[in-house]
């Protein structure tokens, strides 16, 4: 079996899709992205079209060594994405060439089932507590929420009273029987991280995500002090080599590795097992499309240490369709029951893919910017 092709689809509103090609008439499908940066990495996936034409897919590993070694220059987030919607994609061809899931060659299933949250939305304390209801109603145990607006390096008390209640009326209105984790987004720097997480802990967040970017991780043991609840950190980092000093100094209680961006499914499981030897827990980044979701729950079922599962699969657009599914013809793969989804049984990834409607789809290629923010003095600041 060799390769033959590769194809890429602009996907609404912000994703990639990359199909692989054999000429045994077996395709698997991955999700290379950096959100803002979709052309770039379509331009990133296509400079390796002429390596891949001719090669035994099977060979993942070989072919991730290859693309993380034999360029030079390594790490980023491009070029760790390119390998990551790369590797998705082989190790879908792979489970179906073998008739296989995933996660059964990878060592088979831990889990039954897989935890998973939604972010909730909203500018006033009103709406965030409006749209935590209705998570709740459809069966999250678990929320997220980022309640941080555009914030300087010191900030006013005003500014953090905004947060508090917002914080406190999502609180109020889910209870203590929901578990709410809190998403700082890389916005806060380290004066206001160690006063917003000492404010904070009086709701009993389940974690705190990215109190500060992982290029400040250090500043992480000191914001510790000031909450009982685990950090979080991890959607901006890349290779287990990005990981390594996390691990060594503590840092962390629970990675965030995104299988888009942190070289597939290949590097993050070797991420998630050397968060296991650290006794660190793991909860896979994704706001992304299916793709990406799907190959998070392969890896998901065969890793011990993971303990939630980002998701957007379940946010319905203005129209009330779903963008991140209708592409699929099994659309009911995705069994979300009282907080959890169970593990599809299909080959590769599980997914089936209408590629006539991401054809269509692709015809009107998007050009997503995330926003640019300022702070009150003209400061350009972390979105």
């Known amino acids: 079996m060799k390769i033959t092709d590769m194809k890429l689809y602009f996907m609404p509103h912000r994703f990639l899709l990359l199909k692989v090609e054999t000429d045994a008439g077996i395709s698997g499908w991955g999700e290379p992205l950096v959100e803002g940066r979709a052309a770039t990495l379509e331009t990133s996936v296509k400079e390796w079209r002429d390596y891949f034409i001719g090669k035994d897919p099977l060979k993942i590993e070989e072919h991730w060594q290859t693309m993380y ?8 987030p491009v070029m760790m994405s390119t390998i990551a919607g790369i590797d998705q994609a082989l190790w879908d061809i792979k489970g179906r060439y073998y008739n296989a899931p995933v996660y059964e060659m990878l060592g088979g299933s831990v889990k039954d089932k897989v ?7 909203g500018d006033t304390p009103e709406e965030v507590a409006a749209d935590a209801k209705k998570a709740v109603e459809e069966g999250y145990t678990v929320i997220k929420t980022s309640p941080t607006d555009a914030t300087h390096y010191v900030d006013t008390w005003s500014g953090v009273t905004k947060l508090m209640e917002k914080v406190g009326a999502i609180r109020d209105a889910i209870g203590y029987d929901v ?23 009086q709701f009993h967040p389940l974690f705190i995500e990215e109190p500060v970017l992982p290029t400040n ?7 510790a002090k000031y909450t009982s609840a685990p950090i979080a950190i991890g ?13 060594e100094q503590g840092y962390a209680d629970i990675i965030q590795p995104d299988l888009s961006h942190a070289g597939g499914i290949s590097e993050a499981r070797r991420i998630s097992a050397m968060a296991e030897a650290y006794d660190v827990a793991v909860a896979p980044h994704c706001p992304l499309d299916a793709i990406a979701f799907s190959a998070c729950i392969q890896m998901d079922a065969a890793t011990p240490n993971v303990v939630l599962q980002e998701q957007s699969i379940e946010i319905h657009d203005a ?5 991140r599914i209708n592409f699929l013809k099994n659309k009911e793969v995705f069994d979300f029951k009282n907080g959890f989804v169970q593990i599809p049984s299909g080959p590769g990834l599980g997914v089936e893919v209408d590629e006539d409607l991401v054809i269509e789809q692709d015809k009107n290629r998007h050009n997503w910017k995330n926003p640019i923010w300022k702070t009150y003095d003209g400061t350009p600041i972390e979105w």
């Open 69 to 76: 070694r034999c360029a030079f220059y390594r790490g980023g």
């Open 115 to 121: 935890k998973v949250y939604r972010s909730i939305h």
């Open 179 to 201: 578990d709410m984790a809190i998403d700082f987004h890389g916005r806060i720097h380290k004066p206001m991280a160690k006063v917003l997480t000492r404010e904070l802990d």
């Open 217 to 223: 991780k250090e500043a992480l043991r000191e914001i």
């Open 235 to 247: 959607e901006r980092m890349y290779s287990r080599w990005d990981y390594k000093e996390l691990f």
């Open 319 to 323: 129209s009330d369709t779903n963008p």
